[in-house]
């Protein structure tokens, strides 16, 4: 089975910076894209941050310039590094393979941002 484990989330300022990371583990061949997405509480779940097999990326306009994903093949872990938090950037993250082998989603992780 394929699994992947997230972590990094937690309480912050508004300003500072988190980052999380979606470790994967089982069986895993070659992933077509990664992602994060969040989901606030009374909104629709939103892509946050896309990665492509080649290292492309695209962001949601509301995290550009703020956010970075990148991964570590060698660990089969993805993060994502946010800075300059907004409040209403809280949420809960998750990450989001889609490989050879499926279609896969991390269990969420809670990002507060708040004074």
């Known amino acids: 089975q394929v699994r992947l484990v997230e972590s990094g989330g937690g309480l912050v300022q508004p300003g500072g910076s988190l980052r999380l990371s979606c470790a994967a583990s089982?069986?895993?061949?070659?992933?077509?894209?990664m992602g994060w997405y969040r989901q606030a509480p009374g909104k629709q779940r939103e892509l946050v941050a896309i990665l492509n097999s080649g290292g492309g990326t695209n962001y949601a306009d509301s995290v550009k310039g703020r956010f970075t994903i990148s991964r570590d093949n060698a660990k089969n872990t993805m993060y994502l590094q946010m800075n300059s938090l907004k409040p209403e950037d809280t949420a809960v993250y998750y990450c989001?393979?889609?490989?050879?082998?499926?279609?896969?989603w991390g269990q969420g992780t809670q990002v507060t941002v708040s004074s």
């Open positions: 989001h393979s889609s490989t050879s082998s499926g279609n896969y």
């Open positions: 089982g069986s895993i061949f070659s992933f077509y894209v």
